[in-house]
């Protein structure tokens, strides 16, 4: 089973949750923006990923600036509970399988948690190519 916490109006979760169906899986997609999150679901999930609120943090095209979690020394906790308040502070996709989890950008990241790959070529979502004709990946 592979599930990818997606935003819909993201290209790279667009383009990620294309790589995982054209791979011939049936993801669980948790539209968060609408879900929101909980705490020990983000706890879980970046332990997974072996990430921090930090690192996880979108940084742009967010309220990240405006609540002032940008500046060195405001606490993992302070990003943590304004990522519970808006969901859109938490980086996407973060894809999970029976391989990892992981936030998969570049959207080629989540070839690593995929058993099975699909067809090339494959593209990201700025025409780079992925994976070639044959299917190798390329980079």
Same mark, same amino acid.
Not at 94 to 102: F, R
């Given at each position: 089973?592979?599930? &990818? ?13 294309? &790589? ?21 679901? +983000? +706890? ?36 943590? %509970? ?6 859109? +502070?938490?980086?996407?996709? &973060? ?7 992981? *936030? ?17 070529? *494959?593209?990201?979502?700025?025409? %780079? ?11």
């Amino acid at each position: 089973m592979i599930v &990818i916490h997606h935003n819909p109006d993201c290209g790279t979760s667009r383009n990620v949750l294309s &790589i995982i169906e054209a791979a011939g899986y049936q993801p669980v997609v948790i539209p968060y923006l609408q879900t929101g999150w909980t705490k020990p679901q +983000l +706890l879980a999930l970046f332990a997974a990923a072996e990430l921090t609120p930090r690192q996880a943090l979108r940084e742009t095209k967010s309220p990240a600036a405006e609540l002032d979690l940008l500046a060195d020394g405001v606490s993992d906790e302070t990003i943590l %509970e304004a990522m519970l308040q808006h969901p859109v +502070l938490v980086n996407r996709p &973060i894809v999970c399988s029976a391989k990892g989890v992981k *936030l998969c950008r570049p959207s080629e990241t989540v070839l690593d948690l995929l058993d099975n790959w699909p067809p090339g070529p *494959l593209f990201k979502e700025d025409g %780079e190519l992925v994976l070639d004709a044959n299917g190798n990946r390329v980079g």
